[in-house]
């Protein structure tokens, strides 16, 4: 079992910058996919961003040029550096990782609780 433990959020006013954290820890031999979602309407998960282990990203199109995802593999957390926040960006923000246990098991996905950003005007 994996688990995820989140940080950083909080309340800030439009314009501001939060950084969230999430560090895994747990059964962990390998992690493919460290990312970030959030709650949308109607109580869906939409992308925020994900960095994948070659260091790959992407990024949800409201976003780009905003948000900076990140990790650090040496403490299996990843980094979500957000800028010039927005009212809409006000919601619950979701860890999500995608690690094996071992060599020749499967991959699977695990979601943190989540944390709460709020943007003020």
């Known amino acids: 079992q994996v688990q995820l433990a989140e940080s950083g959020g909080g309340l800030v006013q439009a314009g501001g910058s939060l950084r969230l954290a999430c560090t895994a820890s747990g059964s962990i031999f390998s992690i493919d996919s460290m990312g970030w979602h959030r709650r949308a309407p109607g109580n869906q998960r939409e992308l925020v961003a994900v960095?994948?282990?070659?260091?790959?990203?992407t990024y949800a199109d409201s976003v780009k040029g905003r948000f900076t995802i990140s990790r650090d593999d040496t403490e299996n957390t990843v980094y979500l550096q957000m800028n010039s926040l927005k009212l809409e960006d006000s919601t619950v923000y979701y860890c999500?990782?995608?690690?094996?246990?071992?060599?020749?098991?499967?991959?699977?996905?695990?979601w943190g609780l989540g944390t709460q950003v709020t943007v003020s005007s």
């Open positions: 960095v994948y282990s070659g260091g790959t990203t």
């Open positions: 999500n990782v995608n690690s094996r246990r071992s060599t020749w098991s499967p991959v699977r996905n695990y």
